[in-house]
């Protein structure tokens, strides 16, 4: 206000100056007319801060003029005057602020202004409050779904996920021709579910039924329905449902359906009354709408173990799609889609990509591909090659390739500590074979690494890892450790395998509480989701086991991680000498490859590749 206020002294009208010798006239000559009686009539002004003047008939140059005079802040001798005339000459003396245009311009101004400043204060609340609260919103809610009336996605740009495109075939044509399934009395389902990891193409898969379909396209987030205040999430939903079916047939998405579609009444702290009143409002939406009005609900979430029983019964979320992470196959034909718009060199395999990347999803094979052509433009090449492809794959699962060490301790340290990995797992039956050993240390304190080529089978089915290979596994981690003792001694350890420690512990664990591999026998000692999530089993956690059998479970879980250590460093003794010769290559050329690794292991030792180490019998026996 304080700069308002200075504003109005601005524009406060400035004197107006009388223009033209014609009509006007000086101070000292109106106070001279004055004296000698010639004056008929005065008007004072003092808002433009003029008097204006009528001569008498005599001095009066053109009738009825009016002579406008000049005035100063104050004019007492003016006043004074004509106040004395006015009784003795007959003057006519008037003082009249004249609703004059400048004073009204001015007020205008000024009105202008103090719009302009409550029109800028309330933008300013406006805009601190439309972050995260939205606090002068709760009304309408802004729609902050999306729509896509086409989403340009087809089935085949989804790839390796066969059986999810299949079952959502159908969809597809429940949406195209109705009449096929009403006409036989057929129910057309509301809602699918599709449950999957993050990355796996669910929300491809959604865009692509839309897209075969040609329909439009409806998405939100769960994340976005939960808002600050109460009723904003349920009538985000009724918002949604009413677009919805306006635009019918059409596809509603809802990404991440478990931030609302949590188990009621769980939870720590009581639950959450607004996620709990956006949830009945889903589920009376759902209810409320036909089958077959040509409104397909699909939801995705990676935790289906969460989502309120509700949800899930029939007529609501009844089908459900499981979007699993691709295999060999899969992964080589989504590898393909994302190479179509992309040049690779002939050497390229992509079979040999797919290989080497189990466990990957589909996102994670996009962002590899995209990678490798990154890098290819920056190296200036006119192809993505191998070694790109490499590259991008150890920057992805590893970290950035930094410059190789100088020749020093830590050099030589990893050189031991890797190579003692990759030898124990080469000699080992049933560990996963080495894809490669290096030594060029990468970005997040990695100073070498030693990969594997899991078997395609064994990732992400437990039902496929043995007492051996789980056994073999700890060996092999153990394997790094084990080398700098034998080779260092004792007192030389560094912390480098921590990281080491730390997995092969865990493994250990879960044998013995978890698949029952130990004398403990076969009891589930501990839930395989150990993770607190709010939704469920925050209290049934409680410890499943006693105090004895918690100290046997430790027992158990040493003596395997030491029986496995020992090997390690039998193994590391009786081939100290390859050792050194491994460490002596891998210092030279700071990577080795798998089948250099293996070959040269198996010149030394006269073809006995896969030596029997340890049958491992004592390892479970407390
Ligand atoms: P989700 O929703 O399951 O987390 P998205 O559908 O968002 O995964 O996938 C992200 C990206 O990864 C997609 O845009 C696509 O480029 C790629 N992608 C994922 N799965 C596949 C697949 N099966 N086929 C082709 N591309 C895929
Ligand atoms: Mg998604
Ligand atoms: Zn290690």
């Known amino acids: 206000m304080a700069s308002w206020i200075v504003l109005q002294g601005v524009t406060l009208p400035v004197p107006a100056r009388a223009d033209g010798a014609g009509n006007s006239m000086s101070y000292s000559e109106l ?17 433009r801060k003029v ?3 009528k001569l008498k008939a005599p001095a009066q140059k053109k009738p009825g003029q009016v002579l406008e005079v000049p005035l100063l802040e104050e004019n ?4 004074a005057k004509a106040r004395e005339k006015v009784d003795s000459a007959n003057l006519r003396f008037d003082i009249q602020p004249t609703p004059d245009n400048s004073a009204a311009a001015s007020l205008l101004a000024n009105l202008l202004l103090i719009f302009l400043l409550i029109a800028g204060l309330l933008m300013i609340l406006r805009r601190s409050t439309s972050g995260p609260g939205q606090a002068m919103s709760f009304g309408k809610s802004r729609a902050r779904f999306q729509m896509e009336a086409k989403t340009g996605v087809m089935f085949e740009d989804v790839a390796g996920i066969e059986e999810a495109k299949e079952e959502l075939q159908e969809v597809v044509t429940f949406l195209k021709k109705p009449e096929r399934f009403t006409a036989v009395g057929a129910k057309i389902p509301k809602g699918v579910l599709l449950v999957g990891p993050p990355g796996t193409g669910k929300t491809l898969l959604a865009k692509a039924i839309a897209g075969e379909a040609g329909v439009p396209f409806f998405s939100i987030s769960g994340s976005e329905f939960v808002e600050m205040f109460v009723g904003v999430g349920a009538s985000r939903v009724r918002d949604l449902f009413r677009k919805a079916k306006e635009n019918a047939p059409c596809i509603i998405f809802i990404d991440e359906i478990d931030a609302v579609g949590r188990q009621r009444g769980a939870g720590i702290g009581g639950g959450n009354d607004e996620r709990e009143q956006t949830l009945n409002q889903l589920l009376t939406e759902m209810d409320g709408f036909e089958g077959n009005t040509g409104i397909i609900i699909i939801a995705a979430t ?8 509700a949800l899930l019964r029939p007529g609501r979320f009844d089908r459900q799609v499981m979007v699993d992470l691709p295999t060999f196959k899969g992964r080589l034909k989504i590898l393909e889609v ?14 040999a990509v797919a290989r080497r990347t189990p466990g990957f999803s589909g996102a994670d094979l996009a962002n590899l591909l995209n990678e490798a052509a990154i890098l290819t433009a920056r190296r200036r090449k006119e192809a993505i090659t191998p070694l790109e492809i490499d590259d991008a794959l150890d920057r992805l699962t590893i970290g950035l390739k930094l410059a190789p060490r100088m020749d020093g301790k830590v050099k030589w340290m990893t050189a031991y500590h890797e190579v003692g990995h990759a030898l124990v797992a080469t000699m080992l039956k049933h560990a996963d074979p080495v894809d490669k050993v290096t030594i060029i240390p990468r970005s997040g304190g990695i100073e070498g690494f030693t990969s594997f080529l899991p078997d395609e089978e064994r990732v992400d089915s437990e039902g496929l890892l043995s007492r051996a290979l789980l056994l073999d596994r700890i060996t092999v981690g153990l394997g790094g450790r084990a080398t700098e003792a034998e080779v260092y001694g004792q007192n030389e350890i560094d912390a480098g395998a921590t990281d080491d420690i730390k997995k092969v512990t865990d493994l250990a664990r879960k044998m013995v509480t978890l698949y029952g591999m130990s004398d403990l026998g076969t009891l589930a000692l501990e839930n395989p989701n150990s993770e607190i999530f709010l939704g469920r089993g925050w209290l049934d956690r409680a410890a499943e086991y006693s105090e004895e059998i918690a100290a046997r479970i430790d027992r158990q879980v040493r003596t395997i991680v030491v029986h496995c250590y020992e090997d390690a460093c039998r193994i590391i003794q009786d081939n100290r000498a390859l050792v050194d010769r491994l460490v002596e290559l891998l210092l030279e050329q700071e990577t080795i490859d798998g089948d250099e690794f293996r070959r040269i292991v198996a010149e030394s030792t006269q ?4 030596t029997e180490v340890s049958e491992h019998p004592s390892a479970v026996r407390a």
């Not at 994302?338 to 079979?351: G, I, Y």
């Not at 073809?607 to 896969?610: E, L, N, T």
């Open 31 to 47: 106070l001279k007319k004055l004296d000698d009686n010639q004056v008929e009539s005065i008007e004072l002004d003092p808002t």
């Open 51 to 53: 008097a204006r003047v």
């Open 76 to 79: 007492p001798e003016l006043i």
């Open 302 to 309: 990676n935790r289906p173990d969460v989502l309120d029983t």
């Open 338 to 351: 994302h190479a179509r718009n992309k040049k690779l060199a002939s050497e390229v395999s992509l079979d």
């Open 607 to 610: 073809q006995k590749f896969h």
